[in-house]
């Protein structure tokens, strides 16, 4: 399991996704090799929470596929145009 946080930047056309939308978004920029089962996505002004289940050998490695998947998915969705991750506690995103 994985979490990870987008929210919306000033420049975000759309700021307030449903959580329907960001995880059909989510699943589509998945790649088979990382073991994506499941993805719980909650909806706030601006931010999104999303928790990734994975088959992963380790927690690093569902962190590393989480962060892979958020990175495609902002820079090949429209719809998060303007949305970014925020930093993990670790510093990585």
Known sequence: ??????VAGGEAPQPDLDS???TDILWTTAHPGEGLEHI????????VDVTFF???ESPSA?????GSI?????TSSPA??????T???DGRR
């Open 62 to 66: 569902a962190l590393a596929a989480a």
């Open 87 to 89: 930093p993990s506690p």
């Open 70 to 74: 958020c990175r495609r998915a902002l």
């Open 40 to 47: 719980h996505a909650r909806t706030a002004a601006g931010r």
């Open 20 to 22: 329907g939308i960001i």
């Open 1 to 6: 399991m994985a979490r990870a946080t987008l």
């Open 80 to 85: 998060l145009r303007g949305w970014q991750i």
């Open 54 to 56: 994975h088959r992963a």
